[in-house]
């Protein structure tokens, strides 16, 4: 007790000790000061005036913290609204608004050398603790040496030796911990879900490429060949049919290049307030030849639909894919072809549904519909589908189907309603 006392006594000393140097180095800036009456202000004057420069820097320390969170809850809600096409405040104002802030590096610096720092005051709490803990407990066993044989120091050293040791748990045994379970078990998982992602992805590009190779490959042979049938008789009086074919081939190969660069190509998207009913309206009348050509009822069965923040001819384009699809796989059903459409509104969701009563997708097939080039169509490019998620998962949103061989088929796009 005596040493806790040294100690506390030690700090006030120090702090007064501080405070009276401030305290003359202001009386001598005042005194070098020339005075602004020919009377010396009172005691009581000093007094007030020194009360009001005080509250003065606290009132402009609190003002600049608001403006600091002010200006970071805003920046926050502009990226996260940006994605919308909605902006709190220009680029200029971003860029001010940056310049108040360190650059990103200098975050991370921070914040590590912030990290830092608490840590080594966390230990440094703890080593103090344990000075305190042995310097008292020594000072109670002298005591108890010189008043009484029986050990009754053992109590509290024993008592406070539970709290220190939980102390020096919650200082250095959670890094061992996480150093020597948690990190290596983490590590462990983040290399094992590397290897399935490669995996996969490794899976993917093969799959593709050799999709591509068929793809471009046949129609070139199929040119070359006939090429060199010209070139060998140049009179032959067919030249100019295997000229045509050649041309044919030739523009196969450009279609699918072409369909391959739009798909691979990163495109721009203008989000906009859009209406999702007036959106599966729009791409229902550019598919309105068609699906009279192929004897289709169409069921709406909504009167008007949330709004979203997208892209309207891009959504456009994912329902008239999704159509087209369905009056395809109409083809095989005799009569009685009929496409249902149904939008719902949740609370963080819409959903649009696109049904249809046609030949329905096989189940080792309903998993490669989304891949690039996968088609079963004789003329399809098998990149409609593929786009067509691309595009849903651009707007945040999802797109899965279930089907049933030879009964139904049926397309679920779900997008994101703004909060």
């Given at each position: ?212 190779a068929h793809e471009i490959r ?29 041309i044919e081939e030739l523009d ?168």
């Amino acid at each position: 007790m005596a040493l806790v006392g040294f100690l506390i006594a030690l700090c006030l000393f120090i702090h007064f000790k501080r405070r009276l140097e401030r305290s003359r180095r202001r009386c001598a800036i005042n005194e070098c000061k020339p005075s602004r009456s020919p009377e010396a202000a009172s005691w009581q004057e000093e007094w007030h005036r020194q009360w009001a420069d005080k509250f003065h820097r606290q009132a402009e320390r609190r003002l600049r913290h608001i403006e600091r969170t002010t200006e970071r809850r805003l920046r926050l809600a502009n990226r996260r609204l940006r994605r919308f096409g909605v902006r709190i405040f220009d680029e200029r104002g971003l860029r001010d608004a940056a310049k108040a802030d360190p650059e990103p590096h200098d975050r991370g610096e921070i914040e590590v050398l912030r990290r830092a720092r608490r840590r080594a005051a966390a230990e440094l709490s703890f080593y103090w603790h344990l000075m305190i803990y042995l310097g008292v407990i020594a000072f109670l066993a002298l005591v108890n040496l010189m008043t009484t044989g029986y050990p009754w120091f053992l109590w509290p050293a024993i008592g406070w030796g539970i709290g220190l040791f939980f102390h020096y748990m919650a200082v250095f045994g959670s890094r061992m911990l996480r150093e020597r379970y948690f990190e290596p078990a983490v590590e462990r998982e983040v290399r094992r879900e590397k290897v399935v992602m490669h995996t996969e992805k490794q899976a993917s590009i093969d799959e593709l490429s050799a999709t591509i190779a068929h793809e471009i490959r046949n129609p070139i042979a199929a040119a070359k060949s006939l090429v060199q049938q010209m070139g060998e008789d140049p009179t032959s009086v067919e030249n100019a049919d295997y000229a045509k074919i050649a041309i044919e081939e030739l523009d196969r190969v450009e279609r699918r290049v072409s369909h391959l660069l739009k798909y691979a190509k990163e495109e721009e998207y203008t989000f906009d307030p859009v209406n999702l009913a007036a959106v599966v309206d729009s791409a229902l009348t550019q598919m309105r030849a068609k699906l009279d050509d192929a004897a289709v009822t169409v069921a709406r069965h909504y009167l008007g639909g949330p709004t979203i923040f997208g892209d309207q001819e891009k959504l456009r384009q994912v329902f008239a894919n999704v159509v087209a699809n369905a009056i395809d796989a109409l083809d095989h059903v005799a009569e009685g072809r009929r496409l249902e459409l149904f939008i719902d509104n949740g609370a963080r969701n819409a959903t649009v549904r696109i049904c249809d009563n046609g030949c329905g997708i096989p189940a080792e097939k309903i998993d490669r519909i989304f891949n690039p080039f996968f088609t079963t169509k004789e003329n399809g490019t098998g990149l409609g589908m593929a786009i067509a998620k691309k595009i849903v998962e651009a707007h945040e949103g999802r797109i899965d189907v279930v089907s049933e061989p030879g009964r139904r088929t049926e397309f679920v796009i779900t997008l994101p309603l703004p909060q």
